[in-house]
């Protein structure tokens, strides 16, 4: 059974400060999907990465995929009140998304 | 076009009564996806239907949860003789006719389950 490892846990910063997020398969992603949802909603999808090695870029945030397809990175500079929420990796398991706990980020004005 | 909808957004339930879940796809998309979240346990898949037919149903409850997508309406998620246990997210979530490759999925806002 596929494993995904999102840290850090939970994440508290200023707002303008810069962030890092990860997200660790222990095996291969088929395709990662990176969601984030807020409070009493439902995830909303963001980027998918499909090509180890791949970066995109999302106005702000900066999605990466390592080169064995196993980690990824989300990066968001000059983070905004309005990014905070719940972050989940997703690998797409036969016809099912398996998800990750998430990281939690919250970002304070 | 309109996202995925869920109704109702919140249920609250005794323990013993059914609950019945709807799910109504994005325009054009025919695979349908239920998924609970629980606080512990994060977002969990339950089960994968098209129209009519039930694909996958690995991570569905063998009793008491039964789920349906017909030809014409919206799919039910249906838990029947509800515990407490019970008490969680329940996400709707579809994606377009072969979307395996990537399988991109786009979920509704969630049906918020209370039993009491």
């Known amino acids: 059974t596929q494993l995904l490892e999102q840290s850090p846990q939970f994440l508290s910063i200023q707002e303008g400060e810069n962030l890092t997020v990860y997200c660790n398969s222990s095996s291969v992603f088929s395709s990662l999907q990176w969601y984030r949802q807020e409070p009493g909603e439902g995830p909303v999808l963001l980027v998918t990465?499909?090509?180890?090695?791949e970066v995109k870029k999302l106005k702000r945030l900066t999605f990466q995929f390592g080169d064995a397809r196993k980690d990824s990175s989300l990066h968001i500079t000059a983070a905004q009140t309005g990014d905070t929420g719940l972050y989940l990796c997703a690998d797409s398991y036969g016809n099912k998304l398996v998800f990750g706990a998430g990281t939690i980020l919250r970002v304070k004005s | 076009n309109a996202g995925v909808m869920q109704n109702p957004r919140h249920l609250v339930r005794r323990r013993g009564q059914e609950a019945r879940l709807r799910c109504s796809p994005m325009?054009?998309?025919?695979?349908v996806y239920w998924y609970r979240q629980l606080p512990e346990e994060g977002l969990k898949f339950m089960v994968y239907?098209?129209?009519?037919?039930?694909?996958?149903e690995s991570g569905m409850p063998k009793e008491r949860f039964s789920a349906e997508f017909p030809k014409e309406g919206p799919s039910i998620l249906r838990i029947q003789q509800v515990v407490r246990g019970d008490s969680a997210a329940y996400f709707c979530?579809?994606?377009?006719?072969?979307?395996?490759?990537?399988?991109?999925?786009?979920f509704g806002p969630g049906t918020r389950l209370t039993v009491l």
């Open positions: 325009k054009g998309h025919s695979h």
């Open positions: 990465v499909v090509t180890g090695g």
């Open positions: 239907l098209q129209k009519e037919n039930i694909i996958d």
């Open positions: 979530a579809s994606s377009p006719l072969a979307a395996v490759s990537y399988n991109e999925q786009f």
